[in-house]
């Protein structure tokens, strides 16, 4: 499985080399100055809304931790290991679909209310996975999870570069994925050890509850209007 893994990492490759060609850079305006190299004054310079955002993906990306529980829930919950390799797969498919649903819905309606969608969507997932008690219930929240991602993932990174602007979106990218990588480790040894000492339905709980409180601070957040939104 592994070697054949190579196969699509070198076409990906080969793709990137001779098939992409990258736009010669544009001239900036003298009313957009360029991100200054230093970090801190780069991250002064995205302003407090960008911070605010920042926050709020720092708190749910602590409580958002591995797919595996989810995994090992279905386990618990009865569901047949067979049986969960392929419900693995089926919320891979209902994932890329909400992908692309949840771009257009954040092109109409907006960003923030489709992040604020994904986010109640995911603490109730998780509330339900603390309380499900038979395996149908489990297998149904665990593919409406799929929905979560599409109505979150695609949104939060266009309103990074909405809030951002264009002279600063290499800065303020770095900075989003830097906060998400930075909690993304402390947030699954955190669920893990509340599970061990709690129980599970702790942990679930936990996850939702900072959900909520990501949203609470995201509502906080002035998103800029958009021209030629979906009508």
């Known amino acids: 499985m592994f070697l054949l893994a190579v196969i699509p990492s070198i076409a990906a490759i080969l793709i990137a080399i001779f098939a992409i060609k990258e736009k010669a850079p544009l001239v900036v305006a003298d009313s957009e ?23 709020s993906l720092l708190l749910f990306a602590l409580g958002n931790s591995t797919d595996a529980f989810l995994l090992a829930r279905l ?75 599409g109505l979150s993932e695609p949104p939060e990174k266009a309103l990074v570069a909405d809030i951002a602007g264009k002279h600063l979106r290499g800065t303020a990218f770095g900075f989003y994925h830097f906060t998400i990588g930075l909690a993304a480790l402390p947030a699954s040894v955190m669920f893990g050890w509340v599970w061990q000492q709690f129980g599970m339905h ?21 998103a800029p209007k958009r021209q030629g939104a979906i009508p």
């Open 33 to 55: 100055p360029l991100a200054p190299l230093n970090p801190l004054r780069g991250f002064a310079n995205l302003g407090r809304d960008f911070r605010l955002l920042l926050i």
């Open 75 to 149: 386990y618990e919950g009865g569901v047949n290991p067979a049986f969960i390799a392929l419900l693995w797969s089926l919320h891979h498919v209902v994932k890329m679909t909400s992908t692309y649903y949840g771009g257009l819905l954040a092109d109409k309606i907006g960003r923030k209310p489709t992040i604020l969608m994904g986010w109640f969507i995911y603490a109730l997932i998780y509330l339900g996975f603390a309380f499900a008690q038979s395996e149908t219930m489990l297998i149904a929240l665990f593919m409406i999870y799929g929905v979560y991602y």
């Open 202 to 222: 702790v942990a679930f709980e936990m996850g939702a509850a900072f959900a909520i409180c990501a949203a609470i601070i995201l509502l906080f957040v002035r």
